[in-house]
């Protein structure tokens, strides 16, 4: 469906056109809830500039449909905050605006979020840059692993260690777990969480040009069997095989001692569960070493806008340490790496963790990423639920291998 819309918007993308009344209001779309950090830049710059920011929010899961029918239909907005996993899907179909060589001028541009920057990139061009950065980390209930006899200051290091922990911790009883993952029914929370495993062993999924699938590896069997493991032994809570990611915040209800989250969830953890007492580290690899996944949106601009100039000016306040600091004082991280230490000068100590990871966390760079992990019936959901929870790992690892591998192919 998405190709199909993206194929129609980049004929009438041509067909885009505004009032001259309207030239110094841009028009940007965000999904809904999109958070006080990036709400609260957009309220101060247009405090502080002639140029205005007109935010209309939509629901997410409605967020890349809608704007690919807009542009189809000629009423696409001028700018736009989207997952940046999508981001090399509309710039191959010609959708956005070419931002290279202003970009590339900008003298903090080598500063900003790296994967971002390279999701932004299509055919050696710039089409989206950095709004909202996220990384994934490890978090652990730190009264609870003083309850089970853990030094609640220890982060674990290894799957093994976060295995043996939350063994203690379930002999809690009661409704106390170990761990938590929403798995069968969230794919994209478990590429969010769970291929840092397998990235901090120096594997992936896909090759890197991403024309070939290398799901079945020693790294990721070991991977599957880990979680299968704590599944097994009853260290999960059962709710976890059909979480679609409506509970991913599970970790903040006192009750599991270990979780691998969002940075996002820092903030929200400070703010709203102040009586939580909780640590912070980067994922472990599954033997060794550490890795994140690098989330967040790109801003985006829609081809053809006669506000072009203005969303340049935008983004740059964005960059400003001043407008970097209303993001770390609502919870979001800093952009650019190269004013960070002042930005977070203050702030809780847990987000320098999130901040660290951006240089060396990764995202799977493909037109086809809806396609192979984000859709609820796509090979990566399939695959998650059945290696994790189903009872013939070989059968799930060999249908998800050669069904991506399908994909990609008839992609071609």
């Known amino acids: 469906m998405l190709k199909r819309l993206l194929a129609t918007a980049s004929v009438a993308t041509l067909c885009l056109v505004s009032s001259a009344s309207a030239a110094d209001t841009i028009n940007m779309w965000v999904r809904t809830g999109i958070g006080a950090a990036f709400t609260g830049v957009v309220k101060a710059y247009n405090e502080s ?128 777990y170990g761990f938590y993952f929403s798995g069968g029914g969230c794919g994209g929370c478990m590429i969010f969480t769970f291929t840092p495993l397998v990235w901090a062993e120096g594997k992936d999924i896909l090759s890197e040009d991403a024309q070939t699938a290398t799901l079945d590896t020693p790294e990721m069997r070991a991977a599957i069997e880990k979680y299968r493991s704590m599944v097994v032994k009853d260290l999960v809570p059962e709710s976890a095989a059909t979480d679609n990611g409506t509970n991913f915040l599970s970790f903040t209800n006192g009750k599991i001692g270990q979780q691998s989250l969002g940075a996002f969830a820092i903030g929200t953890m400070i703010n709203e569960y102040p009586d939580l007492h909780f640590g912070i580290a980067p994922i472990p690899g599954i033997t060794s070493g550490t890795s994140s996944f690098a989330g967040g949106d790109n801003i985006v601009v829609t081809k053809g806008s006669p506000r072009l100039a203005a969303v340049k000016e935008f983004i740059e306040y964005m960059y400003s340490p001043e407008a970097q600091k209303v993001f770390a004082t609502n919870g979001s991280l800093p952009t650019r790496s190269d004013i960070a230490a002042d930005v977070l000068k203050g702030l809780d100590p847990r987000l320098q963790v999130a901040v660290d990871a951006i240089a060396t966390a990764k995202t799977p760079y493909t037109v086809l990423f809806n396609d192979l992990i984000n859709s609820g019936n796509g090979p990566w959901s399939t695959f998650i639920n059945a290696a994790i929870y189903g009872d013939d790992v070989d059968a799930a690892f060999a249908d998800a291998q050669a069904e991506m591998q399908s994909i990609i192919d008839n992609a071609k």
């Not at 700018?79 to 899907?89: E, H, M, N, R, V």
């Not at 061009?125 to 996220?134: D, R």
Request: charged share 20%.
């Open 49 to 176: 500039h002639e140029n205005q920011v007109a935010l209309t929010e939509v629901p997410f899961a409605e967020l890349v449909q809608k704007y690919a029918t807009a542009i189809a239909g000629g009423q696409a907005p001028d700018a736009l905050s989207l997952d940046l996993i999508y981001t090399p899907s509309f710039a191959a179909a010609g959708q956005l605006e070419d931002l290279t060589d202003w970009a590339h001028a900008l003298p903090y541009f080598d500063a900003l979020a790296p994967s971002h920057v390279k999701l932004g990139t299509y055919d050696g061009k710039n089409y989206g840059l950095p709004l909202s950065v996220e990384t994934s980390v490890f978090a652990w209930n730190k009264d609870l692993y003083t309850a089970a006899g853990l030094d609640p200051e220890k982060a674990p290091t290894s799957w093994d260690e976060i295995e043996a922990n939350a063994e203690k911790i379930r002999a809690l009883g009661d409704d106390t």
